[in-house]
């Protein structure tokens, strides 16, 4: 009895034990975690000051960004844009001047040369100009003699002979095809697949030119003019063709297209003179065809008046002598062809004119001597043509030559094809 009391206590005593344990031991872990907190509070602190500086300074550059002026990069335009006529090409990069080797664009300037520069004498413009004509003209000129238009005579008195005395010009050229043609013997001096089809690219100008001469009355190139315009303009600019650089509602006179036509390479105004002479290009060309049978020609077809490619626009390097040939018997085209620069009239869009330079004598002229002298031309370039070159030079003893070159790599290497083979073979020692 007196045990189990005792026993009593005892259990009591552990239980008391057990509890005041437990408190001991929630304490402690209270007391840890309030030590952990203290610890941490610093860090704690130092993030919420990180974080509203980082909210004040987006705030600033926001504010910053939003009265500040905008960047302007000096190099884009800032002006509109006109969108109803495409940008005036006066330095244009066409058939006649391609990329240069290193790859960068060559871009044709005034020339520079010590030479005296041709003056053009031009008749008085009758004042006021005639209204701008609209109806083509589909008859060839009656008004005196014109070579080539009487075919039974035409072939006799221009195709030039080979003859013994004829050579081979083989690989001391670069051009594949090339000619050179004694004007007075009318004869071939020498050749290169002269008789194999080529593209002429805008060696097709002279024929042209030639056409254009025949058709166009000489007063009428002096008094009458045509307009230019933006449907003449828009498919040549978009086809990278070289232009003279007239703009679309601009009255020009007949002459100065022809001198665009030539000096430059003037796509617009080869063009024009189709539209006034046949009423389209497409007619024109028809008529171009027609004078080269005329010529006598059986391996020339045109499909154009510019020269841009077509696989069934070609001539040969022989016929194309011919061409040129036929041109330089006419007065009008001979004067043009022989040209080095030329202003054209004034206009409301051009009150200074538009000087033109003819890019064959550019080229041509720095290598005359006393020996030897291009005096008229006529460049070519396509990707398909490549340089090409028709020149007429004269030689000490006063006889002139054609030569005409086709398919060369460079636009140098016609220049000096013509200058070599011309001082070897025609310039007597």
Known sequence: MNQHPNNERAKAQRGMNEIHGAKSSGGSRRGNS???????????????????????????????????PPTIDPAVTTGPLDVTEPPLVTDPIDTDAPPDTDGTT?????????????????PPETEPVTEPVVEPVTEPVTSGPHPGVNPDRFPECLHPVYDIRSGL???????????????????????????VKMYPASMTKVMTLYVAALYIPEEDLYSKTYRMTNEIINPLYLANATRAGFEGGEDVLLIDYMYGTILPSGADCTVALSNYVAGSEEAFAELMNK????????????????GLHDPDHYTTAYEMSVIMNAAMRNEVC??????????????????????????????????????????AGKTGFTDEARQCLASVSRTADGKEYIMVTGHAVMKQNPVDDAVRSLTRLCVKN
């Open 169 to 195: 010009l083989g690989t001391s050229i670069v051009s594949d095809y090339a000619i050179i043609v004694d004007i007075e013997e009318n004869r071939v001096v020498a050749s290169r697949n002269s008789t």
């Open 291 to 306: 004078t080269a049978r005329e010529l006598g020609l059986a391996n020339t077809h045109f499909t154009n008046s510019t």
């Open 334 to 375: 001979r004067k043009v062809l022989s040209t080095y620069t030329y202003t054209t009239h004034v206009t409301p869009q051009h009150p200074s004119g538009i000087t033109l330079y003819s890019t064959a004598l550019v080229r041509l002229t720095p290598s005359n001597s006393s020996d030897l002298t291009f005096f």
């Open 34 to 68: 309030a030590g952990a907190f203290l610890l941490l509070a610093p860090l704690n602190v130092l993030c919420i000051i990180v974080a509203a500086l980082a909210v004040i300074g987006i705030s600033s550059l926001a504010r910053d960004a939003v009265s500040a």
């Open 106 to 122: 060559a871009v044709t300037t005034a020339p520079v040369t010590d030479k005296v520069t041709e003056t053009v004498t031009r």
